[in-house]
T-cell receptor
Framework: GQNIDQPTEMTATEGAIVQINCTYQ??????LFWYQQHAGEAPTFLSY????GLEEKGRFSSFLSRSKGYSYLLLKELQMKDSASYLC?????????FGKGTRLHILP | SAVISQKPSRDICQRGTSLTIQCQVDSQVTMMFWYRQQPGQSLTLIATANQGSEATYESGFVIDKFPISRPNLTFSTLTVSNMSPEDSSIYLC???????????????FGPGTRLTVL
């Protein structure tokens, strides 16, 4: 089986930085995804980490520690359009298994 | 990249009936997947649709309830059989253009089919 945990909801202010954490326990781990999903829309790919360390892509960065079963998504210079759900997902034996998602609210 | 379309986009069905959802990809893809997302929840993997062989189902999902077809490298269908109100959900098709998930970060999702069962 697998267990993927992330906070249910978070709130941050426009222009600020927010870190969304994800812990996981799973067999057959190949890598970790972060997806963004706006209400009523399909998930869109943000990042994929296979090796330990930080990967930066514009305002978004993702970190992975395989030994600790831990990842985070860092969002900088928050904008109102970043209000969405952020889904942590593991690549388990070539299948993507999702966590419950973190609903991020951005305040002006 | 790949563009995925689904039909129908939404439907309202009666209890006991069946609905087939179609998923079309604009390019050949190696792996296709079907997910369910209930209101306010995350995505749950139903099955992996394998071209030329039986689908592989996750725990809690069975072929009699969710038969899947994958006749070629661009198309798949998911049928929700003998529906009940508990089947009301969004059903999403997903596809990977690479031979293994994530190698080229190419995992795409369709827009989803919103199903309501009365």
């Amino acid at each position: 089986g697998q267990n993927i945990d992330q906070p249910t909801e978070m709130t941050a202010t426009e222009g600020a930085i927010v870190q969304i954490n994800c812990t996981y326990q799973t067999s057959g781990f190949n890598g970790l995804f972060w997806y963004q999903q706006h209400a009523g829309e399909a998930p869109t790919f943000l990042s994929y980490n296979v090796l330990d360390g930080l990967e930066e892509k514009g305002r978004f960065s993702s970190f992975l520690s395989r030994s600790k079963g831990y990842s985070y998504l860092l969002l900088k210079e928050l904008q109102m359009k970043d209000s969405a759900s952020y889904l942590c997902a593991v690549n388990r034996d070539d299948k993507i298994i999702f966590g419950k998602g973190t609903r991020l609210h951005i305040l002006p | 990249s790949a563009v995925i379309s689904q039909k129908p986009s939404r439907d309202i069905c009666q209890r006991g009936t069946s609905l087939t959802i179609q998923c079309q990809v604009d390019s050949q893809v190696t792996m296709m997947f079907w997910y369910r997302q209930q209101p306010g929840q995350s995505l749950t993997l139903i099955a992996t649709a394998n071209q030329g062989s039986e689908a592989t189902y996750e725990s809690g999902f069975v072929i009699d309830k969710f038969p899947i077809s994958r006749p070629n490298l661009t198309f798949s269908t998911l049928t929700v059989s003998n529906m009940s109100p508990e089947d009301s959900s969004i059903y999403l098709c997903s596809a990977s253009t690479s031979g293994a998930i994530g190698i080229y970060n190419e995992q795409f999702f369709g827009p989803g089919t919103r199903l309501t069962v009365l």
